[in-house]
C-alpha cells in the first residue's frame, strides 16, 4: 500500500542518504541535538549535514526519481504513507519534527486502528530483571488482549517482551525500529520481527533496506512517544533510551506512567524518579486501562491477567486444581493423583513462574 507524495518520499530518501553525515555531525561535541537537525527545512538540512559533501547530496537529489522508488517499494510490498495520507497516524503530526514518511512492513490494518484506539508505549531497558521482565509482558499480554495496539522498540529486555506479551494476547503490535522496517534488529529478534509483522507492523522513517545508526534511536523514541497515549516506563536506568521516550511523550502533553521498582536497583532509579516528578504509578493493566479509559470502564480478559498456560497437561490440571485448593490432598482429591506427582509438578509450576507460594500456605497463580 503506497501513499506518498514526491515531496514527502524525496525528502524521507535525502535523510536515509545524509544518515553516516548526521551520524557524524551528533557525535561532535557542539552537536545538534537529532530533533531539532530533523526539523531543519531541506536547504538547512543540507546546510547542516553535508557539509563538504553537499555537492554530492546535491547530485543524489538531482537523480532522484521518486516515481522508480515508488514502484520499487509498491513490488517490495511495503506499507508507505506520507504526512499528508488519510492513513498517516494523526497523533505524529503534534510532534515539532514528524517524519515526512512512514515505511511499514506488515498489517496496513495496524495503522487504521491507531485512529480507533489509544496506543500505549511499554518500554525499559535491555537488561531487564525477572521483575521487569514478568510485568513487560503481562502489561503486553493484557492490553493486547483488551484491544490496545502495544508500541515499542524490538529492542532486547523489556521492549522485546511487551512485544511477546502482545501477541500472546492476539493483539496489535507496532515496532517501531532505527533502521529499515525491513531489517531485523537486533538480529537475534528476526523470528519475534516477523510475528510483529504477521499480527501488526513494523515501522520507521528510514526506507527498507537503510541499516540502523546511532542517532536513529533517540530519533525513533520520539516516534513511539508520538504513536501513543500513554507511555510505560517498566524498568530503566539513568540516563537511557527509555527516559528519552518520556521526555517526548511529555513534551507532547501526553500521559507518562511508570512500574515502581526496588529501590536498590539501578535500573528502577529511572522509573522511581519519574514517579517522584508525578508520573502515573503502574501495578497492572488494569491501572493503564483506567488511566486510558476511566476507573472501571474498560476490564482485560480474564485470560490474559492470568498468562499462558503450560504446555504440559498435566502441570495444566495440577495448576487448574492449585487455584482451588489450599493443601497437596485436595489437589490429590481434584486430580486423582499422588501427592508425590503432584509436589513434582508444584515445584515446576513454581520454578517456570506460573505459581507463587503464599505466606500462610497455597499457591496463587502468577500474571
Do not use: K
Not at 57 to 86: I, N, P
Not at 309 to 332: C, H, K, N, T, Y
Request: proline share 7%; net charge negative; aromatic share 4%.
Amino acid at each position: 500500500m503506497i501513499d506518498v507524495c514526491d515531496p514527502c518520499l524525496r525528502r524521507s530518501f535525502l535523510i536515509a542518504h545524509l544518515a553516516p553525515r548526521i551520524a557524524g555531525l551528533l557525535t561532535r561535541r557542539r552537536g545538534r541535538r537529532v530533533a531539532g537537525l530533523l526539523a531543519l527545512p531541506e536547504d538547512e538540512l543540507l546546510a547542516a549535514a553535508a557539509g563538504r559533501r553537499i555537492g554530492e547530496a546535491l547530485a543524489f537529489l538531482d537523480s532522484f526519481d521518486a516515481d522508480s522508488e515508488r514502484e520499487r517499494l509498491d513490488t517490495s510490498d511495503a506499507v508507505v504513507v506520507c504526512s499528508h495520507a488519510s492513513l498517516y497516524p494523526a497523533p505524529l503530526r503534534e510532534l515539532d519534527d514528524p517524519p515526512a514518511v512512514l515505511f511499514g512492513a506488515g498489517r496496513v490494518e495496524a495503522l487504521d486502528l491507531l485512529g480507533e484506539e489509544p496506543a500505549v508505549a511499554v518500554v525499559g531497558t535491555r537488561r531487564a530483571s525477572p521483575y521487569g521482565a514478568e510485568v513487560a509482558y503481562s502489561l503486553g499480554r493484557g492490553l493486547g488482549a483488551s484491544g490496545v495496539p502495544v508500541v515499542s522498540g524490538l529492542a532486547l529486555g523489556i521492549d522485546a517482551t511487551a512485544h511477546r506479551g502482545c501477541l500472546d494476547g492476539r493483539g496489535v503490535p507496532l515496532a517501531v525500529l532505527a533502521c529499515g522496517p525491513d531489517v531485523a534488529y537486533p538480529r537475534r529478534h528476526r523470528s519475534l520481527h516477523e510475528r510483529v509483522r504477521a499480527a501488526g507492523i513494523v515501522l520507521s522513517e528510514l526506507p527498507p533496506g537503510t541499516a540502523p545508526f546511532l542517532w536513529a534511536f533517540p530519533a525513533r523514541n520520539r516516534i513511539m512517544a508520538g504513536l501513543a497515549r500513554m507511555t510505560v516506563v517498566v524498568e530503566a536506568a539513568q540516563p537511557s533510551g527509555s527516559l528519552i521516550t518520556s521526555d517526548f511523550a511529555r513534551d507532547l502533553g501526553r500521559s507518562v506512567a511508570a512500574v515502581p521498582g526496588r529501590v536498590t536497583s539501578r535500573y528502577a532509579h529511572g522509573t522511581n524518579a519519574l514517579l517522584r516528578d508525578g508520573a502515573v504509578p503502574i501495578t497492572g493493566t488494569e491501572d493503564v486501562l483506567d488511566e486510558l479509559f476511566g476507573v472501571d470502564l474498560r476490564r482485560p480478559p480474564d485470560e490474559a491477567l492470568r498468562g499462558p498456560l503450560p504446555e504440559d497437561p498435566v502441570l495444566r490440571e495440577v495448576l487448574d486444581a492449585a487455584e482451588q485448593s489450599d493443601s497437596i490432598d485436595g489437589i490429590a482429591e481434584r486430580t486423582g493423583r499422588g501427592a508425590g506427582e503432584i509436589r513434582a509438578a508444584l515445584g515446576r509450576l513454581e520454578v517456570d513462574g506460573h505459581l507463587v507460594r503464599r505466606a500462610l500456605g497455597g499457591w496463587e497463580r502468577r500474571a
